[in-house]
Each structure stands twice: as structure tokens, then as C-alpha cells.
């Protein structure tokens, strides 16, 4: 793990998730455009993002994180359960550097696991990226109400309600209300694999000249608060 990348909620003083992401794009002579094409992320919100004009969510943080072939510990540290089972007063609580998001993280990794699972919590008035990636998302209320926008469809989500999508769908959300939302989110996207290696596609990307990675999903930039 990266000392300069720690983000703990309790620690301040780190280097910006903005300023980590370029300083490794450039190590890897790497342009905006090819590490948008190879993360599937729009161009417009990367610059942002460079320069914490935006903070990203965790699932687009680690998209970016393999485009440029680090793991997500790289830019944010997320305390690993040290046994399977976690106990609510006890979980260490993170966020991303510049996010008012806070995770809970619930899973753990052991050789074959798929899945990815956090306690959010939201705070009033924000809004995340819309965003489009691999795998599947299940995402439950705890606590509060959010609003969930799936492929331009528009739903309020509270308490008990679930929602359970394919995350290549275009999908965003946020916090309409004047009170934290606290939601469980489970999904099959990578996220911390530590041992995370560059792609292809970056090592292509790198190279000049190199036919550029095809562009299948993109991050529209948008506030992340309201």
C-alpha cells in the first residue's frame, strides 16, 4: 500500500485523489485521453477529477485505479477485515480523499471471491457521477431515502426498498432529502485486488501511435453535491 495514498476519515494532510491520479498517469506517459479510453471514463470529468474539481465514487476510482494498473489502496485506504465476520461497533469507517461519503467495508477477499460489499453513508445533497462499468450492483436502504436515476428512468428509493442492475446500465444517484441516507451496496465490480497489474490496453496506450482502446461507456461530469 502507498503511504502518500492513505484517506482515512480519521487522518488528514494526504496528497488529493486529483493530484495521486495524475502524478501516476504521467509516470506512465499516459494523455487524459488515453487513460479516459482505457477507464471509460469521460475525458472532461478526468480533468475534473485531476483537479479536484470532482471527487469520484468508489466504483469509478477503481476503474481509473486499473486503467493506470494499481490497486484502489493505491489512492485510498479501505481497512481489510482481518476474519469474515464484522462487527457493526467495531468496522473501521473510510472515505475517498475530497468525498463526504463514508464506507463501512463488510467483505474481505479470499482466492475466487466476486463480491464487494459497503455500508454507505450519504449525506444531504449529494449527487454522484453517472456512471456505466462491468458486473452487477444490489443496492438496499437501510436508513433515509435516496434518488436513483437507471438508463434515464428516475425512482425514489426509502427505507426497504432494493434495487438490483446490471451495471453496464447508465446509472446515477443522490440524496434529495435534509437527512443522511444510509444504504447497503453489493456488487460484483472489482475493487480492492491489491495486486492489480497495467492492461493491455494501457501498455498500448502508452506507446505512440498505438490504436487507442475502444470507448464503450462514459462518466458524464456532474456536481457531486447539489
Not at 478526468?46 to 477503481?62: F, I, K, W, Y
Not at 437501510?142 to 434515464?152: K, M, N, P, V, Y
Not at 453489493?186 to 494501457?202: I, N
Request: hydrophobic letters at 35%; a positive charge.
Amino acid at each position: 500500500m502507498t503511504s502518500g495514498a492513505l484517506a482515512k476519515v480519521e487522518s488528514g494532510g494526504h496528497p488529493k485523489v486529483g493530484a495521486l491520479i495524475r502524478a501516476r498517469r504521467r509516470q506512465q506517459q499516459m494523455t487524459l485521453e488515453a487513460l479516459g479510453k482505457t477507464a471509460e471514463v469521460s475525458v472532461g470529468y478526468l480533468s475534473q477529477v485531476e483537479r479536484d474539481h470532482a471527487t469520484p465514487s468508489l466504483g469509478t476510482l477503481a476503474s481509473i485505479a486499473r486503467a493506470l494498473g494499481v490497486g484502489i489502496d493505491y489512492f485510498v485506504s479501505a481497512p481489510k477485515p482481518e476474519t469474515a465476520l464484522t462487527r457493526a461497533a467495531e468496522r473501521n469507517r473510510f472515505s475517498v480523499d475530497g468525498s463526504s461519503i463514508i464506507y463501512e467495508r463488510l467483505g474481505t477477499d479470499f482466492p475466487g471471491n466476486m463480491l464487494s460489499s459497503f455500508v454507505m453513508t450519504v449525506p444531504p445533497g449529494y449527487r454522484s457521477e453517472t456512471v456505466a462499468h462491468e458486473g452487477e450492483e444490489l443496492l438496499y436502504v437501510l436508513e433515509g431515502a435516496i434518488t436513483q436515476r437507471l438508463d434515464g428512468e428516475e425512482m425514489e428509493m426509502c427505507a426497504g426498498d432494493s434495487l438490483h442492475f446490471r451495471g453496464n446500465r447508465p446509472h446515477s444517484w443522490s440524496n434529495h432529502t435534509d437527512l443522511p441516507a444510509r444504504l447497503l451496496w453489493t456488487g460484483t465490480l472489482t475493487l480492492f485486488r491489491s495486486s492489480a497489474k497495467p492492461s493491455r490496453q494501457v501498455a498500448a496506450a502508452a506507446k505512440p501511435g498505438a490504436k487507442p482502446a475502444k470507448n464503450k461507456k462514459i462518466v458524464k461530469p456532474q456536481e457531486k453535491r447539489s
